[in-house]
């Protein structure tokens, strides 16, 4: 059972920068999916980038050309650079996993049955 770990949320000023991490508990040796969504009070989930086994990514347009997704497989951790932050990303946000599949857009919460427990991002 992959348990999924992230860290990296803050408080930063619109224009600025974060990074989030996630660390998987365990090497997910198999094809897979694995991305960051974000939550806001009163608002549907919103699935923001992935990257599956082979390296490829993908993004939603309101974070392409802003955020970078990376992983470091001998580390099992996911990365997210946030740059040209706005203050409509504050948000929830969650390192997702998906195991066995590609990744697919639009993205659908429900693909992902492996959720961190969120970190807080505050732009303001």
């Known amino acids: 059972h992959v348990q999924l770990v992230e860290s990296g949320g803050g408080s930063v000023q619109p224009g600025g920068s974060l990074r989030l991490s996630c660390v998987a508990t365990e090497y997910i040796p198999y094809k897979f999916c694995v991305g960051w969504f974000r939550q806001v009070p009163g608002k549907e989930r919103e699935g923001l980038a992935s990257?599956?086994?082979?390296?490829?990514?993908m993004y939603a347009d309101s974070v392409k050309g802003r955020f970078t997704i990376s992983q470091d497989n001998a580390e099992n951790t996911l990365y997210l650079q946030m740059n040209s932050l706005k203050p409509e990303d504050s948000g929830t946000y969650f390192c997702?996993?998906?195991?066995?599949?590609?990744?697919?857009?639009?993205?659908?919460?429900?693909?992902?049955?492996?959720w961190g427990q969120g970190t807080q991002v505050t732009v303001s």
């Open positions: 990257i599956d086994s082979d390296g490829a990514t």
């Open positions: 997702v996993a998906d195991i066995l599949e590609n990744c697919y857009q639009p993205y659908d919460h429900t693909d992902f049955p492996y």
